[in-house]
């Protein structure tokens, strides 16, 4: 699916659905939706509708409050995939983390508030159709995997 989204795809990158389904398995969060949002976020790895650069292994644009900051920076995908899939239980429930903390804005998300992922539009993202655009791209990786 990425590949045939991306087919310039960084090797590094290479690994990151492994990463987004270990990741999220360990911290209860659908892998699905995760891997989904990151597709949204970098354009399939593309990350040519962001200020986040590759190197930065920020797959969710953590940090990058309404495209004005540069954004946070992670020392390999697996920490960055483990920030964003910490990002995302902030937001949809309010049970501990079972790794240690790496998503440096953990803390400023009200726990718990969108346990939907329609309900991270205006919340994650100023756009009023977030959660409408991840569910389109889900919907897309089901569609190529024939479960859809």
Same mark, same amino acid.
């Given at each position: ?45 593309? %990350?040519?509708?962001?200020? +986040?650069? $590759? ?5 969710? @644009?953590?940090? *990058?409050? #309404? ?40 803390? %400023?998300?009200?726990?718990? +508030?969108? $346990? ?5 539009? @205006?919340?994650? *993202?100023? #756009? ?21």
């Amino acid at each position: 699916f990425l590949k045939n989204n991306n087919n310039l795809l960084l090797p590094q990158f290479e690994d990151l659905p492994r990463l987004y389904r270990q990741e999220a398995l360990t911290e209860g969060i659908n892998f699905d939706i995760a891997f989904a949002q990151m597709c949204l976020e970098t354009n399939f790895l593309k %990350f040519d509708n962001s200020i +986040i650069r $590759p190197e930065q292994n920020n797959f969710a @644009g953590l940090g *990058s409050v #309404d495209g004005s900051a540069q954004g946070a920076s992670f020392p390999s995908p697996q920490i960055g995939v483990r920030a964003h899939i910490q990002h995302l239980k902030a937001y949809a429930n309010t049970a501990p983390l079972i790794q240690a903390k790496v998503d440096p804005r953990f803390d %400023f998300v009200r726990r718990g +508030i969108a $346990p939907l992922v329609d309900l991270l539009s @205006g919340r994650w *993202s100023a #756009d009023p159709n977030y959660g409408t655009r991840i569910k389109a791209v889900l919907r897309s990786l089901y569609e190529s995997a024939g479960i859809l």
